[in-house]
């Protein structure tokens, strides 16, 4: 019975990395992510898969919320009634600073 238990115990800690895998696709840099897979012992291949699947998983889901996102907030907010009452309640100050300086002159060892 120490057997199954010992071979229950490496399933479950397996599926507990491949979901920490899975959710830390969206969530870690690519870097942590390759720190964390090749602590599972995996071919190189699978792990390259692993890798390019991650990538474009948190492609997908961070250009889905952020769509969202926006949905939410144009649903709710008029961009342009919030732009014309921005412009009516408030000043508009625009600082601008621009610097000329002469250059240096090329000496021949520039040449």
Excluded at 2 to 20: C, E, H, I, R
Excluded at 43 to 62: H, N, Q, R, V, Y
Excluded at 67 to 85: A, C, G, M, Q, W
Aim: net charge negative; aromatic share 2%.
């Amino acid at each position: 019975m120490a057997a199954g238990d010992d071979l229950q115990s490496k399933a479950g800690d397996f599926v507990k990395k491949v979901l920490t895998v899975g959710v830390g696709a969206i969530f870690l840099t690519e870097e942590s992510l390759r720190t964390l897979v090749s602590e599972i012992k995996l071919p190189k291949e699978l792990l390259t898969g692993i890798l390019d699947s991650a990538g474009k998983t948190k492609s997908e889901f961070l250009t889905r919320l952020s769509n969202d996102i926006l949905e939410k907030v144009t649903s709710k907010v008029e961009p342009r009634e919030l732009i014309e009452e921005l412009l009516a309640r408030n000043e508009i100050e625009v600082n601008l600073r621009i610097n000329l300086k002469p250059r240096e002159p090329k000496r021949d060892s520039d040449l």
